[in-house]
């Protein structure tokens, strides 16, 4: 099974700010993913974190906003760029690891509050 | 400490019989609860939540979850399971405020549909 570190836990930030978020993974993985939950919705994708070139992101995301790398396969970071009150949200990493058995593993989140 | 127990890893039925998914929670306090499913190779969907509304959540696709307060439970059924269906479930606590972590996802139970 892999363990997934994610930083910081929670942050309060101001207006106008970036925070990088990290996720450190155990044990190397295949594939890497960033989600979202803003207050009362469900789990968004953000983007796929892919080792060594640039992120694949879902409709409605970009990369200028959310700046990911993936420099080697046990580490990824997600930036959020100039952020603003909407940004508020909870910030998940996930990753498959696949030892002859395709697992998802789950960060616990970080809680963002932009004032 | 809030915790979130998926009692089987795995789960294999027939198809068009009764699906049960078993979910154990821990909190102190009255927890949002969540079902995702994870088809591979695509992101995380969310099923259906419940937030201290109604103890009976519906959800898509035919699924429900009944929220016991007594029992600390959050069972996901469906009456008449589809090969469709065939995937991997997360039970997860949303846990603002608290110490451990933000989101606290169970381990999984893949479902398998035979036909």
């Known amino acids: 099974s892999a363990v997934i570190s994610q930083k910081p836990s929670r942050d309060i930030c101001q207006r106008g700010t970036s925070l990088t978020i990290q996720c450190q993974v155990d044990?190397?993985?295949?594939?890497m993913f960033w989600y979202r939950q803003q207050p009362g919705q469900s789990l968004t994708l953000i983007a796929t974190?892919?080792?060594?070139?640039?992120?694949?992101?879902e409709s409605g995301f970009v990369i200028d906003k959310f700046p990911i790398s993936r420099p080697n396969l046990t580490f990824s970071t997600l930036t959020v760029s100039n952020m603003s009150p909407e940004d508020s949200s909870i910030y998940l990493c996930?990753?498959?690891?696949?030892?002859?058995?395709?697992?998802?593993?789950f960060g616990s989140g970080t809680q963002l509050s932009v004032l | 400490a809030q915790s979130v127990t998926q009692l089987d890893s795995h789960v294999s039925v027939s198809e068009g019989t009764p699906v049960l998914l078993r979910c154990n929670y821990s909190?102190?306090?009255?927890?949002?609860l969540f079902w995702y499913v994870q088809h591979p190779n695509k992101g995380l969907q969310l099923l259906l939540k419940?937030?201290?509304?109604?103890?009976l959540v519906k959800g898509i696709n035919g699924f429900e979850a009944e929220f016991k307060k007594s029992e600390t439970s959050f069972h996901l059924t469906k009456p008449s399971a589809h090969m469709s269906d065939a995937a991997e479930y997360f039970c997860?606590?949303?846990?603002?405020?608290?110490?451990?972590?933000?989101?606290?996802f169970g381990k999984g139970t893949k479902l398998s549909v035979k036909p």
């Open positions: 996930s990753a498959w690891s696949g030892q002859g058995g395709e697992k998802l593993f």
């Open positions: 044990s190397q993985v295949t594939m």
């Open positions: 974190a892919n080792q060594g070139s640039e992120a694949t992101y």
């Open positions: 909190s102190s306090y009255s927890p949002s």
């Open positions: 419940y937030t201290s509304a109604a103890t």
């Open positions: 997860v606590v949303e846990n603002y405020g608290g110490s451990q972590g933000n989101l606290i």
